[in-house]
């Protein structure tokens, strides 16, 4: 799904050698999603650490691109103020008519009983802050 929704904006020309926007959007997610280094990523494919660095950058850039089709916010009175008390009904956030995914801020490390809750996949300590829009 991603891949055709990006096809046509990865499609460059072949100087340096022609990599296809298949393989440009499966070499971005592998090193988004592994969080490795740049280098690894590449490895599997045949390409350097600079030619991934500019993949992530046009596989971001054509996703951003194609942004309106998955990011909407109520327009009508009537549209917000379902989603508010869609929002209120979920969690108890009063006013809320849209929310921006999540994201892991690291912090010093916690101890005592509590120290467990604060750590995330990676190994290290965060808070998982959500970022909302006010009415």
């Known amino acids: 799904m991603i891949i055709d929704m990006v096809k046509n904006d990865l499609a460059g020309d072949a100087r340096g050698g022609f990599i296809s926007p298949h393989l440009k959007v499966l070499a971005a997610i592998r090193t988004w999603a592994r969080g490795e280094i740049q ?15 500019l993949i992530c ?5 054509a996703i951003v691109a194609h942004r ?8 009508s009175v009537e549209e917000q ?14 006013q809320v008519i849209g929310a921006i995914d999540c994201t892991h801020i690291r912090i010093p490390k916690v101890g005592g009983d509590v120290a467990q809750y ?3 996949r990676k190994g290290y300590s965060s808070i998982n802050v959500q970022v909302s829009y006010l009415v």
């Open 39 to 53: 280098d690894d990523a590449g490895d599997l494919g045949g390409m350097s650490q600079p030619t991934i660095s």
């Open 57 to 61: 950058k046009q596989v971001a850039l």
């Open 68 to 75: 309106a089709h998955w990011i909407k916010m109520p327009q």
């Open 81 to 94: 103020n379902k989603v508010i008390a869609g929002f209120y009904a979920l969690c108890g956030f009063r």
């Open 118 to 120: 604060y750590i995330n």
